[in-house]
């Protein structure tokens, strides 16, 4: 079983939709969470980070965890087409800080907005 | 501030050949990390580096991968010889071992034919 699972899509939304999209650890040493989104040639890009259940919003990104069901979710409201990438859940242990340490990611979920 | 550097950005070799990564970490990040990622499955730890010291090798996948970090500046992965399932993305990232993120390259593929 792997550690992180995510549904790789592909997702396919029309613009100004709400997207919802999510992943399940089965770690319990998992304590901060990451949300990346990656472009089609790039590297991933981190988008937000946490490490507490609740709730973190930054503009129209939404990042929720729930420790005690072990699943994490990122909202992305009024969604547009640069939004499309694939986006990456990715998570660690409480060693250090949240640059220190090895990240565990879940498979990628490839979303497309369209016009 | 510059962002960390990968070359090659795409590297065909045959299937014994050797092939070496070259990762510039942003400078003053300590921390610097491979990471690959084979067609179809997920991102995969392989190593963190603090300064020249290997800090973790567990994701390391056989004994023809080979990391160095000269002078906790630059690394290079070195795979030796290739085998055609060490075809995929390598990542490098690099951090200051803080909190914030990592900071991921944009990647070498490498396809071993």
């Known amino acids: 079983q792997k550690e992180v699972e995510q549904d790789p899509g592909p997702l396919s939304v029309p613009e100004g939709a709400i997207v919802s999209l999510n992943c399940t650890y089965s770690n319990s040493a998992f304590q901060y969470f990451m949300w990346y989104r990656q472009y089609s040639r790039k590297g991933p890009e981190l988008l937000m980070y946490?490490?507490?259940?609740g709730n973190k919003e930054d503009g129209r990104f939404t990042a929720q965890v729930d420790k005690s069901s072990k699943y994490i979710s990122l909202f992305i409201r009024d969604s547009q087409p640069s939004d499309s990438a694939t986006y990456l859940c990715?998570?660690?242990?409480?060693?250090?800080?949240?640059?220190?340490?090895?990240?565990?990611f879940g498979q990628g979920t490839i979303l497309t907005v369209h016009p | 501030e510059a962002g960390v550097t990968q070359f090659p950005s795409h590297s065909v070799i045959e299937k014994g050949q050797t092939v070496t990564l070259r990762c510039d970490p942003i400078s003053g990040h300590d921390n610097l990390y491979w990471y690959r990622r084979v067609m179809g499955k997920e991102i995969k730890f392989l190593l963190h580096?603090?300064?020249?010291?290997?800090?973790?090798e567990s994701g390391m996948p056989n004994n023809r991968f080979l990391a160095e970090r000269t002078g906790g500046t630059y690394s290079t992965l070195k795979v030796q010889p290739a085998e055609l399932e060490d075809s995929g993305v390598y990542f490098c990232?690099?951090?200051?071992?803080?909190?914030?993120?990592?900071?991921f390259g944009s990647g070498t593929r490498l396809t071993v034919v």
């Open positions: 946490t490490y507490s259940s």
């Open positions: 580096f603090v300064k020249e010291s290997k800090q973790d």
């Open positions: 990232a690099t951090g200051t071992g803080g909190y914030g993120g990592y900071t």
């Open positions: 990715a998570m660690k242990d409480a060693t250090g800080g949240t640059s220190y340490g090895k990240l565990t």
